[in-house]
């Protein structure tokens, strides 16, 4: 199923796809950020893939000096039961990438997760509000620069 | 966005109204309180909301025009403790996701680490672990069907459903020697063995399930009040359940028989012969019957399993990567050693990344594992069904009731744990 799926992307969007890994069985296709909407429709739209749920949509904070950030989406086709990853870099400068709540509408609530903890903004996306954190926190939390015991004062709590 | 045709309203009671209210000193500015839309603020502290869930409604007269969910009242940062954890460290915090079946999240865990560091576990631990899903998915079918029922106003259900769930209870206590955070699989196998004790006990609880189960069903599909309150309710289409990543029993009530221990097998669910419940009508009645139908076909599946456990041993024989068993750990100097560096320092995966996902009784719980090579995870994503199910929520209210509020959230089952992580 792995080579059939690299071999109609590379058939469909050669330059778009950076790279490919395989490990454990899982295929992971490294995207180019500006063509992930392109390839994801490609993915839920073509016949034999069929790729339409996206199970999980998450960044990384991979706290390297160049593409620091990467965002993962594990899709899922009906069809041909088969698991893909999908992985885009994002570089700390440009925080920006094109959101996928067009093609999967569940990709709302990840997007606003991946906003939430990593600060990665999703242009054109309908309600890019924090999921988990309040509205007023300033930091990311799942950034490998915030400390695990937290930011003192950063949140704000009722007064005893 | 729909909205309620207006209402003609009568045009003397209409004064009468705020000839009633200028009275008391107040200054009336609403002119016609029947063509305004109001906010109204449910939860997070509310009792059918199941847990903290917070929403916001616009509601039209009694009609919900529009929903906003809001989540995160129960955020503890799991992910971030993960990348701080070792791996086997991170297995009680499992528990406190889905809390309602603390089995079935160990077991998720546990797989995507074992196949992020290519442990394979001995048959003995898969059937094992096979049969742990599957009461964990009765207990929590039972209290979802019992909640749902208690919801829309019918209190026995939940009382016999806690009652039958009570069984399954003493059997985590006679398991793992907890009822509710058990922490019972282990990477590599399981904290201790299964036990005669055990297989008498769930016998016992399989030959009463089927019968109460049918008490169940009797009591509330006969009932008037349970119907009405949950038919052509909450419906939410085959697309926009597959577009929103919507999984579980709410999937297979809206017609999409997609089940992971059928279509990508873990365990030994390859070897059970068992049938995929699902639906068509895809309101919060048929995600009751679908439920119901899952309690029979997880009683099935631990009939074949209870009698086909073979024996052997309950762990991987590798002692650098599989914690040793409790007693040889107290008496054996080398064991000691081991369980020290396995749960300070970690067992070391290769360099990689996972995904592995099981059907949990809420949807499909899945874990992405990334791995730097060391003994904790670089980042560990949990994706929780409940999120995902949640999302959807807005599709679902629309249009409806405010009463149908309950009956909604109630067929949708979310666990906040889950949800907020």
Sequence with gaps: MNETILEKLRRFAPESIAGAEEFRGDLTLIVRKEDIVRVATFLRDEGELAFDLLKDLCGVDMMRPEARYEVVYTLYSLRTKAYLRLKVRVEEEDLVVPTVTGVWAGANWHERETYDMFGITFSDHPDLRRLYMPDDFEHHPLRKDFPLMGIPDSLSLPRR | ????????????????????????????????????????????????????????????????????????????????????????????????????????????????????????????????????????????????????????????????????????????????????????????????????????????????????????????????????????????????????????????????????????????????????????????????????GEIRESAKILRQALGKIPEGPYNTPEAKRVLPDKESTYTKMEELIHDFMLINLGIDPPIGEVYQGIESSKGELGFTIISDGTGHPWRLKIRSPSTSNLSALPLMLKGGMISDIVAIIGSLDPVMGEADK
């Excluded at chain 2, 939860?43 to 809001?70: F, N």
């Design chain 2, 1 to 292: 966005m729909t909205t309620m045709p207006s209402k003609p309203v009568v045009e003397s009671r209409k004064s009468k109204i705020l000839a009633a209210l200028e009275d008391q000193d107040t200054t009336v500015t609403i002119e016609d309180p029947l063509e305004n839309e109001m906010i109204l603020n449910m939860g997070p502290q509310h009792p059918a909301t199941h847990g903290v869930l917070r929403l916001l409604i616009k509601l039209d007269g009694e009609t919900v025009i529009a929903a906003v969910p809001e989540i995160g009242y129960l955020h503890r940062g799991y992910e971030k403790i993960a990348e701080n954890d070792t791996y086997h460290a991170f297995i009680p915090h499992t528990d406190r996701l889905d809390y309602l079946s603390p089995l079935s999240n160990n077991v998720a865990y546990v797989l995507a680490v074992e196949k992020l560091a290519g442990i394979d576990a001995p048959p003995r631990a898969q059937y094992i672990r096979l049969l742990c899903c599957e009461m964990a998915r009765i207990a929590s079918h039972l209290v979802s069907v019992g909640s749902m029922a208690m919801d829309v106003g019918a209190l026995t259900v939940l009382l016999w459903t806690f009652r039958e769930r009570e069984k399954l209870l003493d059997i985590y206590d006679v398991l793992c020697g907890a009822r509710f955070t058990t922490s019972y699989a282990r990477i590599g196998g399981l904290q201790q063995d299964w036990s005669p004790q055990c297989t008498a006990m769930l016998t016992d609880f399989l030959d009463e399930i089927g019968r109460d189960v049918d008490e169940v069903e009797k009591l509330l599909s006969t009932n008037r009040i349970f119907i009405d309150r949950c038919e052509n309710v909450g419906y939410l289409s085959r697309e926009d359940a597959i577009a929103w990543g919507v999984t579980g029993p709410l999937l297979r009530a809206a017609g999409v028989p997609h089940d992971l221990r059928r279509d990508n097998p873990y365990l030994v669910y390859g070897e059970m012969d068992f049938d995929v419940v699902t639906a068509t009508e895809s309101d919060a009645l048929a995600r009751f019957y679908v439920r119901i």
